[in-house]
């Protein structure tokens, strides 16, 4: 089984700053790499899939870049909307497994 | 709009049965595999099983293997998850998802049926 870890736990920032996730895999998903977003009481939302990818209606302050094993979320400058807990996943191989999050917080 | 809608989440005994339902709409179907995902209580999420659009090919997490299956119905856009033996580490919220392939990223979900399993 892959294990994704997320890294930092959390990430206690303003609105305007700049985020960095980082999702690091314990072997190669190659780019078989998802982030989403889930802010309290919602349903995960995606944003970027094959590692880069933004998904349909994603503003483009949201990036996502590496390959191979190491992975990383930016976002370029917070809004307040932003704040909440994003996860990485992948999908290259079977059980598909997801980070433990990283809180965005205020 | 792509719309999902779980159903089925309720409260029953350690060793007990439920069957969560996921209604589908706004897009084809048959053109895309299903997923469910759950969330235990401040945790983070669990991949819990897959179909393809054909129905066949479902795939389980080793930890609901032999307990829980996944069908789904193609004239009712109607995907399930039969779940059965349950144990106290199966509450969660459920979520339904929509795929791509069976080993896809999610593109849309449902916004989930809490299940509780508890004495």
């Known amino acids: 089984e892959v294990v994704l870890t997320q890294s930092p736990g959390t990430l206690s920032l303003s609105p305007g700053e700049r985020a960095t996730l980082s999702c690091r895999a314990s072997?190669?998903?190659?780019?078989?790499l998802a982030w989403y977003q889930q802010k309290p009481g919602q349903a995960p939302r995606l944003l970027i899939h094959?590692?880069?990818n933004r998904a349909t209606g994603i503003p483009a302050r949201f990036s996502g870049s590496g390959s191979g094993a190491d992975f990383t979320l930016t976002i370029s400058s917070l809004e307040p909307e932003d704040f909440a807990i994003y996860y990485c996943?992948?999908?290259?191989?079977?059980?598909?497994?997801f980070g433990g999050g990283t809180k965005v917080e205020i | 709009e792509v719309q999902l809608v779980e159903s089925g989440g309720d409260l029953v005994q350690p060793g007990g049965s439920l069957r969560l339902s996921c209604a589908a709409s706004?897009?084809?179907?048959?053109?895309?595999?299903m997923s469910w995902v759950r969330q235990a209580p401040g945790k983070g999420l669990e991949w819990v099983s897959s179909?393809?659009?054909?129905?066949?090919?479902?795939h389980l997490a080793d930890s609901v293997k032999g307990r829980f299956t996944i069908s789904r119905d193609n004239s009712r856009d109607t995907v399930f998850l039969q779940m059965n033996s349950l144990r106290g580490e199966d509450t969660a919220i459920y979520y339904c998802?929509?795929?791509?392939?069976?080993?896809?990223?999610?593109?849309?979900w449902g916004q989930g049926t809490l299940v509780t399993v508890s004495s």
């Open positions: 998802a929509q795929a791509l392939s069976t080993r896809g990223y999610n593109l849309y």
């Open positions: 706004g897009f084809i179907f048959t053109n895309f595999a």
């Open positions: 179909i393809n659009a054909g129905a066949g090919s479902p």
């Open positions: 072997q190669t998903v190659t780019d078989s």
């Open positions: 094959d590692a880069s």
């Open positions: 996943q992948q999908y290259y191989t079977r059980p598909l497994t």
